[in-house]
Structure formats: structure tokens, C-alpha cells
């Protein structure tokens, strides 16, 4: 039963193929019932679920960097943002309106501003890192807003009309397609994500964030390493960018934001770093949270969602998905 | 731009002094606002992204003091500062004393939150208009400077500044205070041990640097206008700041904010519509050759 | 179990909107945050015209659901209008302060069936995104041109602009410039300074060194206004006689208090002052002051929510409370009534109002507070920068 509690631990060498196959599948199998909840039980709110998940594919991009290689970045939306403009202008300007299409451009779009930024980033540690990071964003968001022949600058990037999918489903009114399209996107993404941070190389990443030192003693090029790992997370934020630029039909200076980048990192934090899990549950809770006290008191929630980020901190320092874990390992360790 | 004429090199000396003037003076400003963070920041190693609901707090108990209470503008700022502080004692008891020394993402994490809530309340408690604090007659009118005329409460801020500069760096370097808390934050278990008592020495740390962000919140309220958003609005500023300057160095920390300064005002100057560009470019460029910033402690 | 039962309801309930007796108003607009200053004018307007007109039109009842939408995000705002026709099923959509956020909401209206009243977003090219919008508040451009004229009357020969470096500054300096030179003026230099600038002086050097007459500036409303027209008065352009010149953004009456001596004497051109001398005027001030709660905070944005509440009042009895949006649109092409503002008109082709709009100057009330006092007004403004679209 040891590797059960090995999720998120960093010795997951021990475990055994057979066993992470079958806890896999079982997440995946989790993560589809509750799409399926969400659908079912939520049929008017589509269009926020379908935020929510292009927002997890940015939080779980900000994940790889953060939670697997130890880099800090409070500018993650600029791979996010690039994205949605790439795709979003292949849509307006190059007549490219096919939805599977688009998503590919944005992830080679967020895959280019990956290389560019993590490039800059890389160069720096901790603190110095985090203001790179967030000079980065502000430079692609002034970037954007002067570009605005083709972005639209501040009035936003709007007449994107994606095709229906595979010629069949068109985006309606009630976001079911955008909804499915969102779903399908997710799980892919999350389950190449496994198989990446699973891989050789994932467990490099992993080393590189406990002990860099050992790792280039090993004599593995780390720079090399983190920035692969960059490009990976900017395809997956783009990817999200995209699947935002395709469902909303518009796309604003606000996705190149610090401020987005920031309340992406407050989710993954919010849901525990380190786990593919937690980012999701993160996202989910912190927008599902926001959503329904802004609803609720539209003129002063903001204080709610602060208490609620401090109540986590002090109770459930490790996140919610972190701290969920170790108590269900308390409870197994009791029972024993 | 220069006019082409027979006094162009005095008219291009004339600008070069006068937008200098007015670097100094922002770079003075930025300096008194941030130097409180990177007293949390350096010297006690919290990521403390709140800083900036403790400057807006102290600006609304100032603008308050003297609007409504019609309290002196000296006044004021003491009152402003002491109550500050008294609010933040509860903050730092119950909230900052659990993250002391927890990885920087979950100090990221509290930090925003508390800067949330203050937003909320200040949103709810004074509305969400600008607030001035009114200055007093002598720190109102020009100050004539002979080639131009400033504003006197620029010169001000300017003198707060080098006084706050000097009265920290004798502090942290010359009491005994100072060598308790660079002892407690180098090792707070030998410190301890050493009968250095590490709360106490954290709780007054923590309470200069509020004192000082109420401080800069004040004197700066001419340039960073107090309204609930402030908390926010700066954040990123206040970061950049003392990051450029290397967390905990008062004297890196002053050089950067004039370095910022005048990259900024000049850029803003030579060509505005890129200022953003310049700022960040900067920032990147020097904090690629300082990796620790300018003047930060190698650890 | 419970809440799909309450879905089903929903959907119900949505399909037979027709013939039920709550017609739902969505309003989406800036509650929170940095702009939540605006937001609680959109309320103030709405609380006003509903505590006037009352919350029923004919039979049906009116409700209005609020949604929060902090600083621009096209995205969420979608999401949100989405929410609002299919969760809520309201019939009309309204609010929305910021461009992006109603351009991000166009595509939408016409398969929900649902009209769309601006109350704010002031880019002229919105309405021509859908039929089935309606604004009922100013654009950039209908703000921006009569300054030029203002200026050329006053005697200013050259003038330099400098404003925000997004959107409406843009508008606003195209606004400018193209009318002052119409008028055989000239534009000495053009400045766009990032949203972010929080020092001015530099700037103010620059319009020192131009030579010009007159600035004509446009920054967002809020905290940088402040710093910009402190910046202008302590760089001594005030003293040495260069002209201010503003759409009413600059000085709009919820930052008078706080801008005090520094905005004396600031021209402005906008199409409401809450100043302004009318009976319906007086009428409206009270009842928004009261719903607001603090006077000093109403200003500009309250107006062009109670005249989008007279709008959509006007759908719902056209309309006899029946969905039908492009109806509803029809129905208030080419109406005409008397506004707090003064009299105004939805014109027939291109939906935004037309308008009076009105030159004010910063001055002091008898009691030591500043106000807008309006001093010549420019009568039926349609909106320019339709005309530069095309």
C-alpha cells in the first residue's frame, strides 16, 4: 500500500508500473464523472465550467514549472495570452476557423512565447526570478495593446467565429459544444501530462527541483532540462488560451495579465503544487468559490475570497489536495 | 523636444537638470514607500505582498485624522503611523507568525489574502473614492530652484527620504537591536540560544517596516493617491523595487529606486509611449548582471 | 437531486419567460475593484429610475439580477451574460462598462433573443456589432469633438494632446485632432503615455517644451487623473497660461473633492453634469443620492443608466413583456425624450443617443466644494466616430 501514498512524494520510483496504471485510470475515471456531474447538474452554467477548465490548463501549465521544477512565476499568463492571440488571430486575419486547427496554433503559440520567456526567466533565482517573470508579462501585455492592428489593443481581439467541430457540433448559445470540446481538451492534455511527468525526463525535472547541483553533477545540462519543460507548459497554456480565444469569441489584453498570472498561482497554491491533481482542484474550488460569492454579493465578495485563501493557509498549509491527502495517510496509519 | 535655437545647448542642460530634478523625486518617493518591504522582505524573509494595504491604511487614517478631525499634518502622520502599527499587531500575531519561515508560495498565498480582505473593508468603510490628505500651507505653493520651480512637497519627500535612509541603516547596522535581528535572521536557532529572545526582535521588525509603509503611504500620497485599489495597484512596483535592490539592503534599496527613477522618468520624457518597454527592459537587463540585485547580501 | 430539479425548473421557466409576470434585467458592471466607483453609479441610476418609475411595467414586475465584473475581461463577461440569459433567463442585458466586455457580448444577442442597452462602453464601433444594441451614454468621439471647436473659438492655435496609451485615449486624441485641424488648427505633438504612468512631470515637460497653447488630455477617470492635474498645476503650465483642455472623464464630479484648488478653472466638454439646471435633473439627483448613499460619489455613469432603465422600460411596453428583442429594438428607434442630462434621442440608424453636449468649467459652489458648471452647450451631437469608421 506504500505507493499509495506516494502520489505526490518525490520517490515515486518505488512504485510499481501495474500500480500507477490502475491509479491513472482511476483519476481520469474521476476526473470524467465529475465533467459528466458538472454537466448534468449544471446544464445552464456551461460557459463557466468552460472558463473554469481553460483556466485549469493554465494553472496545470503553471504546475509543470512550478510544482515539478521549483521555478517561481508570477507570469505565467503570457504563455496563456499568447495563445489565445495566436489563435485568435489565425481566426480574424488568416481565416483559419477550424476549432482543432486553432488550438494547434495557439499551443505553437504558447510553445514560441514559452521558449521566449523561459529563456529570460531561467536566468534568474527566487526572487530575482519572480520579477523577471513578471517583467516578462508586462512586456507581452504592452506587446499586445501596441500591436493593436492586429490584437485590437485594449478594445479586445473580437469576430472570432470558430467552425462547428468536425463540421458537425457548432458552438451554441447553451456552451454544450464548448463545454465537450473543453472536457475532450482537458483529459488529453492531462493524461499526456502524466505520461510526461511520469517519464525519464519528468523525474529529471523532479531532481532538478530537489537538488540542481547533483543533477549537473550527474552531468545533465539543468537549463536545458527547465527550458523543454517551459516549451511543454507553454503549449498547455496556450492550449488553454486557445480553447478561451474558442469559446468566448473574444480575447483581451486581460489574458496577458500580471493579474491573471497571479490569481492563476493563487489556484494552484490554493490546490497544492507538485500534483496535477491539485491544480485542478484548485482551479475548480478557488473560480467555483469566486463565482458563487461574487454572484451572492457582487459589491464586497472580495474580502470573503481573501478569508478564504487566509483559512487555507492556516488550516490546510499544503493545500487542499496536499492537505486532504496526508489526512486520508493519518487516517490509514491510525487504522493500521 | 529642444527647440533648434541659439541657446539650445543651455535650453538641453536646462531639461537635463529639470527632468533630473523630478527623477530624484520620484526615485525619493518610491524609495520611502517600498523601504518597509524590504525590511520583511530581506530581513525576515516573508514574501509580504500586503505591504501595500499597510501604506493605504496608514494613508486613510491620516486622510481621516486631518479631514474629519482636523489634526495637524504632522499630527497626522504620527497618529497614522502609530495606528497602523496597533492594527498590525494582531495581524502579525496571528497571521505572520504562522508563515515565518514556510516556503515562499503559501507566504504568497496568505499575503494576497490579507490584501484582499483590506481592500474589501477599506471598499466598504470609506467607498471607493480617492482620498487626500491635505497638505499644510508651507509644503503647498513652488519652491523656486532658480533654473525651475518644484513642488515643495516633492522637496519633502525628497528630505524624508534621506532621513528615513539614515536613521535605518544606523539601526539595523549600529544598535544592538540591529545586530540581534541580523543574528536572529542569519540563524534564529544559535541566535536563540544565544538568549536573543527571535519573537520579539521579529514582532518590533515587523512593526518597523508597518510603520514605515504607513509612513511612505503618507508622503506619497501625492504621487500614489489613496483609494481602496492602492493595495493593489502598486504591488507589483513596490516587488520590482526591492528586488532591483536586493531584499534587506537599505542602500540598495535607495540606489535602485533613484536607478528606477530616473530610468523611468527619462523615459518617460524621451519617449513616452514606450515607457513600459524601457522600465522592464531595465529591470530584465539589470537583473540578469545582479542576479541578488544591486546591492543584495550573498547568502 | 434538488438542484436538478431546480434546473428543470430553470429551463422551464426560461422557455416560458413570455407569459411569466418577472421580467429579468442582467446587468453586468464593475461592482468591485478598481472601478467599483462606476459600478455603484450603474446601481445608483437603476435604484433611481426604479424608485421613480417603479419596479413594474404594466403587469409585470421588474427585476434587476447584478453580476460583477471587476476590470475588463471579455471572457468572463461572456460567461457571465451567458449565464445570465440561460441560467436567470433574463430578457435584457444591460450595464457593462468597458468596451471589450460588450463587444465580448454581441455575438450572443441575437440567438438569445435578448436586446443589449449600453450604459457606458464608449468605443463608437459597438453598435455596429449587432443590431439589437442600443447605447445610452456617450462615445469618446461625441465628447472629444466639440473641445476642438471650443478651443478654435477660444483662440488656441497650437495644442498638444496627450492621453492613456489604450482605446479610448486613442479616440480621443483621433477625435481631437482631426476636428482641430477640420477647424484649420494645429496639433503640435501627439504623446501616449502608458495606463501605468504615476508621475506626470516628465510629461509636463514635454508639453512645456512643445510651445503649444492649450493640452487636451484624456486619462481614465480615477487615481492617475489626480497625479495629472496636480502635475499640471505644480509644473506651472498652469501659470504660464497653457490652456486645459478635457472631455468631462477628467473631472468627473466623484474626483472633484479629492482634485479641490488643482481642478479650478478646467474645461471640459460631456454630455452630463450633475450640476445641471433642469427640473427632471433635480428630480433625478435626489433620488440617485439617496440610492448611492454618499452625494460627493454620483457622477456621470448613474445618468446613462437611468436613461438605459427609460429605454428598456420602453422595450418591455412595446414588447407587452413578450421576448422578442429585435421588437423591443425597434420600438425605442427614434424615441425622444427629456433627460436629467437635457433632451435627448436614440437615433433611428445607428442606435446611440443623440445628444446635447456641453462645455463646463471647473468652479466653486457657494458652500467651498467644486462643481461642473456648464457654459455653452453643442445641441444634438450625434456621434462622430461613426463616421470616421467607415
Partial sequence: ?336 | MPKASGLLLDHTMQTVLSVGIDALAYGMVLFVISIGLSVTMGLMRVVNLAHGAFAMIGGYIASYATQMLGFDYGVAILVAVVGTIIIAIPVERFLYRRIYGAPELTQVLMTIGITFCVIGIANYVFGPTLKTIPLPETLRGPVDLGFRSIAAHKLFAIACGVAVAAALWYLIERTSFGVKLRASVDNAAMAASLGVRTRIVYAVSFAVAVGLAAFGGIVGAELLPIEPYYALRYMVTFLVVVSVGGAGSIPGALLACLLLGAIDTTGRYLLPEYGEFFFYLAVIAIVCVFPRGLLGRSR | MKTSILAALAVLALSSTAFADTIKVGVVGPFSGPFAIQGKNFKAGIDAWMALNGAKVGDDDIEIVYRDLPAADPAQSKALAQELVVKEGVQYLAGFYFTPDAMAVTPLLEQANVPLVVMNAATSAIVTKSPLVVRTSFTTWQTSAPMAKVAKERGVKKVITVVSDYGPGVDSENAFKTTFTAEGGEVVDSIRMPLSTNDFSPIMQRVKDSGADAVFAFLPSGPTTLGFVKAYNENGLAKAGVQFLAPGDLTQESDLPALGDAAAGLLTTFHYAVSHDSAENKTFVEAARKAIGNPAELSFPSVGAYDGMHVIYKMIEATSGKQDAQKAVDAVKGLAWESPRGPVSIDAESRHITQNIYLREVAKAEDGSYYNKEIATFEKQGDPGLAALK
Fill in chain 1, 1 to 336: 500500500m506504500a505507493s499509495i501514498e506516494n502520489i505526490s512524494a518525490s520517490t515515486p520510483a518505488r512504485s510499481t508500473r501495474p500500480n500507477w496504471l490502475v491509479r491513472d485510470l482511476v483519476g481520469l475515471a474521476v476526473i470524467l464523472v465529475v465533467a459528466a456531474i458538472g454537466y448534468f447538474l449544471f446544464p445552464n452554467n456551461l460557459a463557466l465550467l468552460t472558463r473554469i477548465l481553460g483556466v485549469a490548463l493554465l494553472v496545470l501549465s503553471i504546475d509543470l514549472v512550478t510544482g515539478f521544477c521549483g521555478i517561481a512565476t508570477l507570469g505565467h499568463a503570457a504563455l496563456f495570452g499568447a495563445g489565445a492571440y495566436a489563435s485568435g488571430i489565425a481566426a480574424v486575419h488568416f481565416g483559419i476557423t477550424d476549432p482543432l486547427l486553432m488550438v494547434v496554433v495557439g499551443a505553437v503559440g504558447g510553445a514560441v512565447a514559452g521558449v521566449v520567456s523561459g529563456a529570460v526567466i531561467l536566468r534568474g533565482h527566487g526572487l530575482a526570478q519572480l520579477v523577471l517573470s513578471i517583467a516578462v508579462v508586462h512586456l507581452f501585455h504592452e506587446a499586445a495593446n501596441k500591436a493593436s492592428a492586429y490584437t485590437g489593443g485594449s478594445d479586445g481581439l473580437s469576430g472570432i467565429t470558430p467552425d462547428p467541430v468536425f463540421g458537425i457540433f457548432a458552438f451554441d448559445l447553451w456552451g454544450r459544444t464548448a463545454y465537450g470540446f473543453a472536457v475532450a481538451l482537458v483529459v488529453i492534455t492531462f493524461i499526456v501530462l502524466r505520461l510526461i511527468t511520469r517519464s525519464p525526463f519528468g523525474m529529471l525535472c523532479r531532481g532538478i527541483k530537489e537538488d540542481p547541483i547533483r543533477i549537473r553533477a550527474m552531468g545533465a545540462s539543468v537549463q536545458g532540462t527547465l527550458l523543454k519543460m517551459y516549451v511543454i507548459s507553454g503549449a498547455v497554456a496556450g492550449t488553454g488560451g486557445a480553447l478561451n480565444a474558442i469559446s468566448t469569441q473574444v480575447v483581451g489584453l486581460d489574458s496577458l495579465s500580471f493579474t491573471l498570472s497571479a490569481e492563476a498561482l493563487v489556484m494552484l497554491v490554493l490546490g497544492g503544487t507538485g500534483s496535477l491533481y491539485g491544480a485542478l482542484i484548485g482551479t475548480v474550488s478557488f473560480m467555483w468559490f469566486e463565482d458563487f460569492v461574487s454572484a451572492a454579493n457582487p459589491f464586497h465578495w472580495l474580502t470573503i475570497v481573501g478569508a478564504l485563501l487566509i483559512a487555507v493557509v492556516l488550516f490546510a498549509p499544503r493545500g487542499l489536495y496536499g492537505t486532504g491527502l496526508s489526512f486520508v495517510e493519518r487516517f490509514r496509519g491510525n487504522a493500521k
